[in-house]
């Protein structure tokens, strides 16, 4: 008797990501646009005083005053869009790059978890040590399967019998095995 198959990122997850990279980047767009906004009033403010009045005496505040939103905006955006933003886009992309992608089944056997994040591609994973059939050299049979770092797996002993399906050695779903006699490593 075997289990159903477990999803390890649901359908919602993966939307609720979606969803985080669109809110984050029209937020940012809003500042943005804030940002041009506040721009154009002070540019606008400092011809119309030099223009109608000929008073150039606002000129040096209208400037500190559009330097100082330029650099509080950069410095804004260059954070945002190297961290938080980068982030989430890059996860997006794995999901996205999961549900399109080759994948591979293989069964194996659970051995330990290594709990030492690792980050491949912009995300962060921890990994699932497991038995397996050797992919290309027949004398290594540990394979280091990479699990999203926000996953919690189920409590699995050593030895336990699991059929796995991976997308570029990232853990997609898996399946329990009660029998250990099931699967042949």
Excluded: C
């Excluded at 506040?38 to 540019?43: E, H, M, T």
């Excluded at 410095?75 to 999901?95: E, G």
């Excluded at 994948?103 to 659970?110: G, N, P, Q």
């Amino acid at each position: 008797m075997t289990q159903e198959w477990v999803s390890v990122i649901s359908d919602g997850e993966k939307s609720a990501a979606r969803r985080e990279k669109r809110v984050l980047f029209l937020t940012w767009l809003g500042i943005f646009a804030a940002y041009l906004i506040l721009v154009g009033v002070l540019i606008g403010v400092s011809v119309y005083r030099v223009n109608v009045f000929r008073d150039r005496s606002l000129k040096g505040l209208t400037t500190a005053a559009a330097i100082i939103a330029s650099v509080i905006t950069a410095v804004y955006s260059m954070f945002f869009f190297s961290i938080k933003y980068r982030l989430t886009r890059k996860y997006v992309k794995m999901l996205r790059d999961m549900e399109t992608g080759l994948k591979d089944a293989s069964y194996v056997k659970f051995l330990e978890f290594d709990r030492a994040e690792v980050m491949k591609d912009g995300v962060f994973f921890y990994t699932m040590v497991v038995d397996a059939r050797p992919l290309k050299r027949e004398d290594i049979t540990r394979r280091s399967v990479l699990v999203e770092h926000t996953v919690t797996m189920p409590e699995l002993v050593p030895g336990q019998a699991l059929r796995i399906i991976t997308h570029a050695n990232i853990l997609t779903e898996y399946k329990l095995i009660p029998n250990k006699e099931d699967v042949a490593v």
